[in-house]
T-cell receptor
Framework: DAKTTQPNSMESNEEEPVHLPCNHS???????IHWYRQLPSQGPEYVIHGLTSNVNNRMASLAIAEDRKSSTLILHRATLRDAAVYYC????????????FGAGTRLTVKP | DTAVSQTPKYLVTQMGNDKSIKCEQN?????MYWYKQDSKKFLKIMFSYNNKELIINETVPNRFSPKSPDKAHLNLHINSLELGDSAVYFC??????????????FGDGTRLSIL
């Protein structure tokens, strides 16, 4: 299974951009890159996903390296509510949506 | 309206008992999942059902039996509860069972505590 590597923790100041990195050097051509986050005492929440091109939605942007061996989740203006554990997950086509969570990155947002 | 709802939110029971956790989704999705998050906070998939058929069955003790009466419901029944079953159990749903391109929507979890 393709695996991902993320920093254990990161800190950010409120209203500043945050760049959360993820390495996935063994990614295959049919793996989608998904990002989820988990706020305290809640279930995981979908953030964004992509395959090859950069993606934007109302929550965040996803920048995918040209060789697809790494990606970066960008929160444009961090708020206190963005404090959570962020998970970068590879999801293969035709693999029954079998999603494997790692340890993720714990993001702390300082006021 | 909550998209994926689980009941109960908290479940405290004694070792050896049998209990069920219910999950319902109103998103019209055809695939549902159960995940377990242990005390170390690692989330692991347990089961997934697509159109009421079992698709993923991870190495889970056979004391755990999922039941899907229809596409909108996936219940989890646990027999002979053990101390190690204490965890938070999350239900999720998505559209499309083999795609890889669909987000999963999670419930808020059921915190199971075994005394």
């Amino acid at each position: 299974d393709a695996k991902t590597t993320q920093p254990n923790s990161m800190e950010s100041n409120e209203e500043e951009p945050v760049h959360l990195p993820c390495n996935h050097s063994t990614i295959s051509g049919t793996d989608y890159i998904h990002w989820y986050r988990q706020l305290p005492s809640q279930g995981p929440e979908y953030v964004i996903h992509g395959l090859t091109s950069n993606v934007n939605n109302r929550m965040a942007s996803l920048a995918i390296a040209e060789d697809r061996k790494s990606s970066t989740l960008i929160l444009h203006r961090a708020t206190l509510r963005d404090a959570a554990v962020y998970y970068c997950i590879l999801l293969a086509i035709y693999n029954n949506n079998d999603m494997r969570f790692g340890a993720g990155t714990r993001l702390t947002v300082k006021p | 309206d909550t998209a994926v709802s689980q009941t109960p939110k908290y479940l405290v029971t004694q070792m050896g008992n049998d209990k069920s956790i219910k999950c319902e989704q109103n998103l019209g999705h055809d695939t549902m999942y159960w995940y377990k998050q242990d005390s170390k906070k690692f989330l692991k998939i347990m089961f997934s059902y697509n159109n009421k058929e079992l698709i993923i069955n991870e190495t889970v003790p056979n004391r755990f039996s999922p039941k899907s009466p229809d596409k909108a419901h996936l219940n989890l029944h646990i027999n002979s509860l053990e101390l190690g079953d204490s965890a938070v159990y999350f239900c999720a749903s998505s559209q499309g069972g083999q795609n890889g391109n669909q987000p999963q929507h999670f419930g808020d979890g059921t915190r199971l505590s075994i005394l």
